[in-house]
């Protein structure tokens, strides 16, 4: 990193340098549809120079997975309006490539793991990727073999990505990649969409090492578009900053980013050295959090149920299995969490971290009686005080009780405008507080819309909203619904600093106002060290 | 043999299959529906080596259907003697009014179509499907791979669906399991996921209408040829044969 | 047809293909209601008509793809794509399913070629549940020999097949689309671009 510098004062100064670019755009606009009134992007250059690793920050919704999908020739192929500009990939513009041509030389990994692949195992996608750029069938076998002894993946060739956990799907999106950056020269581009949004940590710095020796290695491009340095702070060459505008307003050197704690506050971004936790500090949190609570001390006494203390939620030896719940006793599934204790009590908030695929939402799942389990389960039913064992529970009792928040913010909506979502949640309440009359329920959900600034918004659809927004939705209209027990599976994903804060705040102050009780699962130790009060970790089949 | 049937030209195949369903349903022979069934359960039984766990759950919707048009031809088809369809469509040649042999007629003739259809599931692999639509049948790679990735979707689609039934029990909100609204909310989220998916398939370098290699190369054998052609002809002749009698075997 | 017709892109068949599986995870659902109405008429020789209230399902990627992207022959491919992966999901009648695509495409798209590609509203949508009744059932009669059964109960097969088109493939599918363009999602299409604006929708707040 020492030795880039001069260059990038160069550049900053305004210099072109279009040799040495592997991508440059100039004067980019940018529309999703001509109808729109307002442009996306609006007149932006910036280049990136070849062999740097470079990551693209700003708050959800400023463009920058726009820019970084027009970047990839992906808009406007594949809807938008390109105004004006011109994007140059390694000196000629990008319009001009064949598909096949671009994708030796231009890679992209995206958000959704999920959603990357189109056949079933790694080796059928890798032969998938050979044979879009027309490799001879002959030379795939070892090409294929290579290209995964290279990412560490020769085990997981063949095995459907179905069983794949969020991480290793990446890896393997990666692995695709390096295979076809390979056939370029490996001189290539990399852009990634906020690749690491729904992996834990320790995948991330993975995946993020494996780039970084391609960087170092094959002089590969990186460019990353995220909206946390965590990962990124110790191996970028420069960080790039969007602001809410679509426009790049700071461009930095990684030691610069010490200096500029109001630019990245002003942005809504996480200044990292505020949070930035060391691999010891941070496996303390995972291991034994804050304020971890003797577990055993606490475990339910039935007869003392009626004490204030008393947990809303309680495991006892709990097993849990993966798998779809079945009538019959017989199939269970696989096991996935053991001899699980732990007590949840209310107006507590507590973080339940693991690494991707362990069982954090089927734990979630569990608790709302979907998943078979064994051992004992309580949860205390509001209307009578008494615990109860889940599997008792009918299902409609049991979720006037827990209420849950979904990783993907619109799987929640079921109504077709904004204000409705929230009086569903009004009317769906277990207790009604009053008689209230339609209108009154009416102004109800107006007056908690406008505390979550979405009153404007109260006509649109709810998946017309961005991403923050709709998180934010999700989580009023479950508040809305007063369930004592709120489940939330990874509430933060994808969102900016300014957004975690906004929605743990209103978290907490509900949470207190109401005596609720919390669950949030996640990746991120950070969020954990701010707002958890108690903590727990899934890892390798039990529950800590 | 067994070889035969696997490495058969999935387009191949599928055209004997088609054809083999057309004639068939010009024949009134429940002779012919029940020998050109018994030679593909035949084949689905002894020559193939693909798995057969899952025939006895697709031959049990089968057999009732069979029953049920067996049952529809018993009870109605009696009565049909004197009916202006009836004679429209068989000429006014009245073969048998037997209320059982009508049954028969009905009830075999879906039988025979359910056997072309399961020889052709149960001995064709999914992937050579597509493949051989592409090099054979020419259809566009952009095609034969968006409906191979929607097909690869199926459980996450699953998936979102019951997340999304979930969503409105968890909001107290009771729901049969047929009404609409969750699979309108499922539906929204995967309507998103079509442009995700494309452009993720278009950055590995997949373009929907270009040259590419494979590495399942399909050829059209000459013993692919014969069989089809030879089948089609017997089935076609049995047919003929059935309604004319020139040789009274079926 | 003096439109040109529509270019197919990849995101468009994933569209129709991803709709194509939920529609038959919907009948998927709906199935075993129709199995056992089915069973129960069985005895009386009434079996068949157990399962027609569903048939309006099979025709529901035909319409769906017909008044998102509006062109001509959008129909046909459409089920051809669903019928297709009906292939691959393991149905039981095989390729035979595709010619039966084919002809329900067709059996959509003539309602739509009568206005000559220009009307998406309801008066050709429901039409089209007339159409595509009508198209299906010869085929069915041929391939089933429904013929052979009394006139009356193929009056009422096809009362209940039509009732459950206009049902499913008219009304469901049009508000399914219009409530899917309403929900933005379909911006990059002609139904989307006719849905209006995100501004139209916003209110000022009081304060």
């Known amino acids: 990193m020492s030795e880039l510098p001069e260059q990038v004062n160069d550049r900053d100064h305004g210099l072109q340098n279009e040799k040495t670019d592997a991508i440059s755009c100039s004067h980019v606009t940018f529309r999703y549809l001509q109808q729109n009134k307002a442009n996306v992007l609006e007149d932006i250059s910036v280049s990136f120079p070849k062999g740097e690793v470079t990551v693209l920050m700003g708050r959800s919704g400023c463009g920058k997975s726009t820019l970084a999908a027009l970047m990839g020739g992906l808009y406007p192929e594949n809807g938008g309006i390109l105004q004006s500009g011109k994007i140059l990939l390694m000196r000629k513009d990008l319009s001009s490539y064949s598909i096949?041509?671009?994708?030796?030389?231009?890679?992209?990994?995206?958000?959704?793991?999920?959603?990357?692949?189109?056949?079933?195992?790694?080796r059928q996608e890798m032969t998938f990727c050979l044979e879009n750029i027309s490799c001879p069938p002959s030379d795939m076998g070892h090409r294929i073999q290579e290209a995964a002894e290279k990412t560490g993946m020769t085990d997981y060739l063949d095995r459907p990505f179905?069983?794949?956990s969020g991480g290793e799907k990446q890896k393997a999106a990666l692995s695709c990649i390096f295979l076809l950056q390979q056939e370029g020269g490996g001189e290539g581009v990399?852009?990634?969409?906020?690749?690491?949004?729904?992996?834990?940590?320790?995948?991330?710095?993975?995946?993020?090492?494996?780039?970084?020796?391609?960087?170092?290695?094959?002089?590969?491009?990186?460019?990353?578009?995220?909206?946390?340095?965590?990962?990124?702070?110790?191996?970028?060459?420069?960080?790039?900053?969007?602001?809410?505008?679509?426009?790049?307003?700071?461009?930095?050197?990684?030691?610069?980013?010490?200096?500029?704690?109001?630019?990245?506050?002003?942005?809504?971004?996480?200044?990292?050295?505020?949070?930035?936790?060391?691999?010891?500090?941070?496996?303390?949190?995972?291991?034994?959090?804050?304020?971890?609570?003797?577990?055993?001390?606490?475990?339910?006494?039935?007869?003392?149920?009626?004490?204030?203390?008393?947990?809303?939620?309680?495991?006892?030896?709990?097993?849990?299995?993966?798998?779809?719940?079945?009538?019959?006793?017989?199939?269970?599934?696989?096991l996935i969490l053991g001899h699980a204790d732990a007590a949840f009590y209310p107006g507590e908030m507590t973080a339940v971290l693991g690494p991707s695929g362990a069982g954090k939402t089927t734990l979630f799942r569990t608790l709302l009686g979907r998943q078979n389990y064994t051992g004992n389960i309580c949860i205390r039913d509001d209307s009578t005080g008494q615990m109860q064992e889940l599997r008792q529970m009918k299902t409609r009792t049991l979720l006037k009780n827990v209420g849950i928040v979904f990783q993907n913010p619109s799987n929640q909506f079921i109504t077709q405008n904004v204000l409705q979502e929230v009086e569903t949640g009004i009317l769906g309440r277990p207790v009604k507080p009053e008689k209230l009359a339609g209108s009154d329920t009416e102004n109800a959900a107006i007056e908690m819309l406008r505390e979550f600034g979405l009153s404007r918004f109260r006509r649109y659809s709810p998946y017309m909203l961005s991403q923050g927004q709709q998180r934010r939705l999700a989580v009023l209209s479950v508040i809305a619904g007063q369930q004592k027990v709120l489940l939330l599976d990874e509430p933060t994903y994808g969102q900016d600093e300014a957004m975690t804060e906004e929605i743990m705040k209103i978290l907490e102050k509900r949470m207190e106002q109401e005596k609720l009780t919390i669950l949030f699962s996640t990746h991120d130790p950070v969020l954990v060290k701010r707002w958890a009060d108690k903590v727990y970790r899934i890892e390798d089949g039990e529950l800590r | 043999m067994i070889i035969c049937l696997e490495k058969m030209n999935p387009t191949v195949k599928m055209i004997m299959v088609l054809v083999c369903a057309v004639i068939l349903g010009f024949n009134r022979s429940v002779a012919v529906n029940l020998t050109v069934t018994g030679i593909c359960l035949f084949c689905i039984l002894f020559l193939t080596k693909r798995s057969r766990r899952n025939f006895p759950r697709v031959l049990l919707p089968i057999l009732?259907?069979?029953?049920?048009?067996?049952?529809?031809?018993?009870?109605?088809?009696?009565?049909?003697?004197?009916?202006?369809?009836?004679?429209?469509?068989?000429?006014?040649?009245?073969?048998?009014?037997?209320?059982?042999?009508?049954?028969?007629?009905?009830?075999?003739?879906?039988?025979?179509?359910?056997?072309?259809?399961?020889?052709?599931?149960?001995?064709?692999?999914?992937?050579?499907?597509?493949?051989?639509?592409?090099?054979?049948?020419?259809?566009?790679?952009?095609?034969?791979?968006?409906?191979?990735?929607?097909?690869?979707?199926?459980?996450?689609?699953?998936?979102?669906?019951?997340?999304?039934?979930?969503?409105?029990?968890?909001?107290?909100?009771?729901?049969?399991?047929?009404?609409?609204?969750?699979?309108?909310a499922a539906m929204v989220n995967c309507m998103r996921w079509s442009e995700t998916l494309a452009m993720a398939m278009e950055s590995k370098g997949f373009d929907g209408d270009g040259q590419r290699t494979s590495v399942r190369i399909m050829k059209v054998r000459r013993a692919d040829v014969i069989l089809c052609i030879s089948f089609i002809l017997f089935v076609l002749l049995a047919c003929i044969d059935s309604h004319f009698q020139f040789i009274p075997l079926l | 047809m003096e439109k040109k017709?529509?270019?197919?892109?990849?995101?468009?068949?994933?569209?129709?293909?991803?709709?194509?599986?939920?529609?038959?995870?919907?009948?998927?659902?709906?199935?075993?209601?129709?199995?056992?109405?089915?069973?129960?008429?069985?005895?009386?020789?009434?079996?068949?008509?157990?399962?027609?209230?569903?048939?309006?399902?099979?025709?529901?990627?035909?319409?769906?793809?017909?008044?998102?992207?509006?062109?001509?022959?959008?129909?046909?491919?459409?089920?051809?794509?669903?019928?297709?992966?009906?292939?691959?999901?393991?149905?039981?009648?095989?390729?035979?399913?595709?010619?039966?695509g084919i002809i329900q495409g067709l059996g959509v798209e003539v309602a739509f070629a009568i206005f000559r590609y220009k009307r998406f509203d309801w008066t050709p949508t429901i039409i089209s549940a007339f159409t595509v009744t009508a198209a299906s059932y010869i085929y069915d009669c041929i391939a089933y020999q429904y013929y052979l059964n009394p006139v009356w109960m193929i009056l009422v097969q096809i009362l209940i097949r039509l009732v459950s088109a206009i049902i499913f493939t008219s009304v469901i599918t049009k508000l399914l689309c219009n409530g899917l363009a309403k929900a933005g999602v379909l911006n990059a299409y002609p139904i989307g671009q006719q849905a209006g604006s995100k501004k139209d929708y916003e209110v000022k707040d009081e304060e």
């Not at chain 1, 096949?100 to 790694?122: G, H, I, W, Y």
């Not at chain 1, 710095?205 to 990962?231: C, F, P, R, W, Y």
């Not at chain 1, 970028?236 to 610069?256: F, H, T, V, W, Y």
């Open chain 1, 162 to 164: 179905l069983t794949l």
């Open chain 1, 190 to 334: 990399i852009l990634l969409d906020e690749p690491f949004a729904n992996i834990d940590i320790d995948w991330a710095e993975k995946i993020a090492d494996q780039l970084i020796e391609m960087n170092k290695q094959l002089g590969t491009t990186i460019i990353a578009v995220d909206h946390s340095l965590d990962v990124w702070l110790s191996r970028a060459d420069r960080i790039m900053i969007m602001n809410g505008e679509g426009k790049i307003c700071a461009s930095l050197l990684p030691d610069q980013v010490r200096k500029s704690e109001d630019l990245f506050k002003a942005e809504g971004l996480r200044w990292p050295y505020q949070t930035v936790l060391s691999k010891q500090e941070r496996t303390k949190i995972c291991s034994n959090g804050p304020a971890v609570g003797t577990l055993t001390d606490h475990l339910p006494d039935p007869e003392n149920s009626e004490e204030k203390v008393s947990p809303t939620i309680a495991l006892q030896d709990a097993g849990i299995y993966a798998g779809k719940k079945h009538l019959g006793s017989g199939a269970k599934g696989t």
């Open chain 1, 100 to 122: 096949p041509e671009r994708s030796k030389v231009l890679s992209m990994m995206f958000q959704n793991a999920d959603l990357q692949f189109c056949m079933q195992t790694l």
């Open chain 2, 64 to 184: 009732f259907l069979v029953l049920v048009m067996f049952m529809t031809g018993y009870r109605n088809g009696a009565g049909a003697g004197s009916d202006a369809g009836y004679y429209m469509f068989t000429a006014g040649k009245t073969a048998s009014n037997n209320p059982v042999y009508i049954g028969l007629k009905m009830s075999s003739r879906v039988l025979a179509y359910a056997s072309l259809g399961m020889f052709f599931t149960f001995t064709t692999d999914n992937l050579d499907f597509i493949q051989s639509l592409m090099q054979q049948g020419h259809m566009k790679p952009k095609f034969a791979y968006g409906i191979l990735a929607a097909f690869h979707l199926i459980p996450q689609i699953g998936q979102e669906l019951s997340d999304a039934r979930l969503a409105f029990r968890v909001r107290g909100i009771r729901q049969s399991p047929i009404s609409l609204k969750p699979f309108f």
């Open chain 3, 5 to 100: 017709s529509f270019s197919w892109k990849l995101k468009d068949v994933l569209l129709i293909a991803i709709a194509g599986v939920l529609f038959s995870f919907l009948y998927l659902g709906t199935v075993y209601v129709g199995s056992a109405i089915s069973a129960a008429l069985t005895p009386k020789g009434l079996g068949v008509l157990g399962w027609e209230p569903l048939y309006g399902i099979y025709f529901m990627a035909s319409t769906f793809a017909i008044l998102i992207i509006q062109k001509p022959g959008v129909g046909i491919v459409a089920e051809v794509i669903a019928s297709v992966l009906e292939v691959l999901m393991g149905n039981s009648f095989g390729p035979s399913v595709i010619l039966n």
